[in-house]
Nanobody, 123 residues
């Protein structure tokens, strides 16, 4: 599975951005689409994720402000970010968490990453 993230940029506090993550390859094997972020000097953290069925989870820091969705027909996940704060500034990464069986029946689990997209919240 290959991932292409887009939609980052510079936005003022209180503004909004929508990130997209397009998947290609063995897309039917993707169970959960995940959004992470990594701020300078900090560890990468899970922001939100969404299952194939649309069930979403959020980190407490973004609950009520971010919405994660997934369009299975387009093989794309989205992260709608509103009421952005300076502390949301980070490189955002999408990841595909899934699994499949090889031809000889061996299970394979993976988490594949897309390239990050910079989100900067500043005046």
């Amino acid at each position: 599975v290959q991932l292409q993230a887009s939609g980052g940029g510079l936005v003022r506090p209180g503004g909004s951005l929508r990130l997209s993550c397009a998947a290609s390859g063995r897309v039917s094997s993707i169970d959960v689409m995940e959004w992470y972020r990594q701020a300078p000097g900090k560890e990468r953290e899970l922001v939100a994720d969404v299952t194939r069925g649309g069930s979403a989870k959020y980190d407490d820091s973004v609950k009520g402000r971010f919405t994660v969705t997934r369009d299975n027909a387009k093989n794309t996940a989205y992260l709608q970010m509103t009421s952005l704060k300076p502390e949301d500034t980070a490189v955002y990464y999408c990841a595909a968490n899934g699994g499949y069986y090889t031809d000889d029946g061996a299970p394979v689990r993976y988490r594949n990453w897309g390239r990050g997209t910079q989100v900067t919240v500043s005046y």
